[in-house]
């Protein structure tokens, strides 16, 4: 075998040529795991692309979102959170009847039955219970008192289908209310939600009675306190007893305290005195003041809001006259957090002119903190100066898409959504009526990443903002209001949402609720996070 032979040179560069080699190998062989770390990236960018890959794939996307850390449902109604088979089993233990013309609740023709019997039902009606025994009435029911199933017809809308639902099922006694506590808890708690603020409405007979009394008084001041020396202040124990026993039923359903307590015990409720527009002007101040003075005695209460349909004649007319009693309210009860339904209209379904300004009265005459609904932002008078000012000021939107779609038919480009967070309004979504609606808030979040290509990061500002917003008392756990990149002062050195914050921040965390909140919310996304 011939021996090849090769110049010094030649040879030299060859073993520069190895040496070179020989290092760079060692040198992958040293930067690999970094490398391999680097391309992980942190556990939120991790979580980001596991996001990605679901949005592939609409089951995938749910099964990512129910688990994800929702924070906070803002604009929740107690009544309409509760779904269709919960009424028909409530209505049968209370011995109802269904009103088969209309499968409305009704009250029995006769006494109240003894226990286990069936009520006496007059002509056209028949007990709740054969519901359980007629899979066809069960059904009916069940679309009767929600969307399931509807589809709109000549005369009858989406709107009205689903506000003639509340009236249906109505009859069931509020002694289910710690049960129906419970049930929203608990599918709250499985979706990975931790605070509602639920609208209610407490009894209000009293005021409303010595309101028509009175009559309309033009001086606001000279009306309230002709209406709290009459008394309007005696149905204040009423409500918060009502919330003594619901919440007492409720921890008993989910054994809180117990060994065997429920996840659902985790769930933080507080309360927004819910107003009904749709009433003469004097209930309607006298309802206003008795929610405001309730919010001021019971802290469980965080706030007012207005409801109703937004479209209706009273509400409608009276637009700006309640908006001037909120703002008279507010200045008397600086200390009590509004939010209000403003702008839940669409074209066609009012005249274009009542188009022009219910959130900008909602914002600058009641001065609101929150807007429910706000669908029809971009047909007020001068939209893009609302924008400006809403995120100016931090008012919040809750976003109701599904809500905003059965009702007002208001879906994807038409949607403002878009709008606000182009002009950096803080948005936050929620589920207004899942029962009815039969939807929960992970639907909602589905929803949104589909129609509007979100990405992880802006839901997760989505979560952010909504706690953020909350009315529980205290400093926010941020240092700029909808600002989520660095932590108030007594947490700045912190790692947001650790197990034992030092003890200046423990300190600011105890001195504020709202902070607790958000810091419980950064615990679960470290945790959340973490699995990917």
Known sequence: MTRMKFSARTRLRWAGMLCALISSNVLHAQTAPAKAAATRGTSEQRTARAYEAARANPLDLHAFLSRMPKGADLHYHLGGGIYAETFIRDAAEDGLCVDLASHSLVKPAGAAPSTGALPDCGVGTVPAAKAFMDQNLYDALIDAFSMRSFVPFAGISGHDQFFSTFPKFGAVSGAHEGEWLDEIASRAASQNEQYLELMQTPDFSHAARIAAEIGWRDDLGQFRSELLARGLRD???????ARDAAEASRRKF?????PQETPACKITFRYLYQILRGFPKEVVFAQTLLGFET??????????????PEDGRISMADYALHMRIVG?????????HISLHAGELAEGLVPPDGLCC???????????????HGVDAMHEDRPYDLLKEMAAQHVMVEINLTSNDVILGVTGKNHPLPSYRRYHVPVALSTDDEGVSRIDLTHEYVRAAETYALSYTDLKQ???????????????????????????SACGKESIGAAKPSAACAGFLKSSEKAQQQWELERRFREFEAGF
């Open 235 to 241: 149905e204040i124990a009423g409500a918060s007893a």
């Open 254 to 258: 989910e054994h809180c305290g117990e």
């Open 295 to 308: 919010a001021m005695a019971d802290p469980r209460f965080v706030g007012i809001n207005y409801v109703m």
């Open 328 to 336: 008279f309210l507010h200045g008397l009860y600086p200390k009590v």
């Open 358 to 372: 219910h959130i900008r009265l909602a914002v600058e005459e009641a001065h609101a903190e929150r807007i429910g």
């Open 462 to 488: 989505m979560v952010r903002t909504g706690l953020e917003h909350i009315f529980l008392p205290g400093a926010s756990l941020w240092h700029e209001p909808d600002v989520f990149s660095r932590p108030a």
